[in-house]
C-alpha cells in the first residue's frame, strides 16, 4: 500500500475477464470481517452472485447499471439479525431485535463491514463500485436472493480486477465537512465557494447538459 493510496483511491466500474477466484473472495472476507462490530454481533452475511444469469435478474434493480453484469463477482451485503435471533432462541434466550434500533445497528455493522472489504480489496489490486441503488429496490433484491425475515439488502459492490486507472472524481474541500465544537451552519458565500470546483469540473458541466438540467444540484 502507497502512502498516497487513500488519496488516489477510485470507484471502478469496467473490469477485465480475469476471475476473482473463491480462495480470494474468501481471504477478502476473512480480513473484512476484522471490522469493527457492535457489541462483537457481526449482524451481516454476504450474498456471493458469480452466476451470469443471476446478475441478469439482479439488474434491473440496480437500473441496468452494466457494471452489475460486467464484474466478476457481484456482492450484496445485507443486514442480518436472522441469524442472531436463531441463535438466541436455540440457547434459551429472549430475543428483543424487532425494533428500529436493532435496524440500525445492523445497518451500522454491514456498512462497515462493506467499506472494510472495499478497503482490503482495493489494496490486493482489485476495483469495487457501490451500487446506490439497493436501498431504492431493497424488496425486489430481497425476493431474487431469497432474503428470510429480518436480513435486509444495504450494500451492493461490483467487484473485479480494473481494466485501467480511472479519473479524479473531485471531492468536496475539507473546510467544507469539519465544523470544530459545534455545528457551523454555511452561508450562501459559503456554499457557491465550497461546491466552484466541482459545479466547474467539465464532467459536471457535461452531465447537467446530458440531463437537461439547469445546475449541478
Excluded at 502512502?3 to 488516489?8: A, I, V
Excluded at 477510485?10 to 472476507?29: A, E, G, K, N, S
Excluded at 434459551?92 to 436493532?102: I, R, T, V
Excluded at 485501467?164 to 473546510?175: F, Q
Aim: net charge negative.
Amino acid at each position: 500500500m502507497t502512502d498516497n493510496f487513500f488519496r488516489e483511491r477510485r470507484t471502478v466500474r469496467q473490469y477485465t475477464d480475469r476471475p476473482v477466484t473463491d480462495d480470494t473472495l474468501r481471504d477478502l472476507v476473512e480480513q473484512a470481517a476484522n471490522a469493527p462490530t457492535t457489541g462483537n454481533m457481526q449482524l451481516y452475511s454476504l450474498i456471493v452472485t458469480r452466476d451470469p444469469a443471476m446478475k441478469r435478474a439482479l439488474s434491473p434493480a440496480h437500473f441496468g447499471q452494466p457494471q452489475v453484469e460486467g464484474c466478476s463477482v457481484l456482492l450484496t451485503f445485507c443486514a442480518d439479525f436472522n441469524r442472531f435471533v436463531k441463535w438466541c432462541e436455540a440457547s434459551d434466550a429472549e430475543p428483543g431485535y424487532d425494533n428500529l434500533q436493532s435496524l440500525v445497528t445492523a445497518f451500522i455493522d454491514v456498512v462497515i463491514f462493506a467499506q472494510q472489504f472495499c478497503t482490503v480489496a482495493e489494496a490486493n489490486g482489485l476495483g469495487c463500485c457501490y451500487l446506490g441503488t439497493t436501498t431504492y429496490n431493497a424488496p425486489d433484491i430481497a425476493r431474487t436472493l431469497k432474503l428470510p425475515k429480518r436480513v435486509v439488502p444495504v450494500v451492493t459492490l461490483s467487484l473485479g480486477y480494473p481494466v485501467s486507472k480511472c479519473a479524479d472524481p473531485g471531492r468536496l474541500p475539507v473546510e467544507a465537512i469539519i465544523h470544530n465544537e459545534t455545528y457551523g451552519d454555511y452561508s450562501p458565500e459559503d456554499i457557491r465557494r465550497i461546491y466552484a470546483e466541482k459545479e466547474g469540473r467539465a464532467d459536471s458541466k457535461g452531465f447537467v447538459e446530458e440531463n437537461g438540467k439547469k445546475t449541478l444540484a
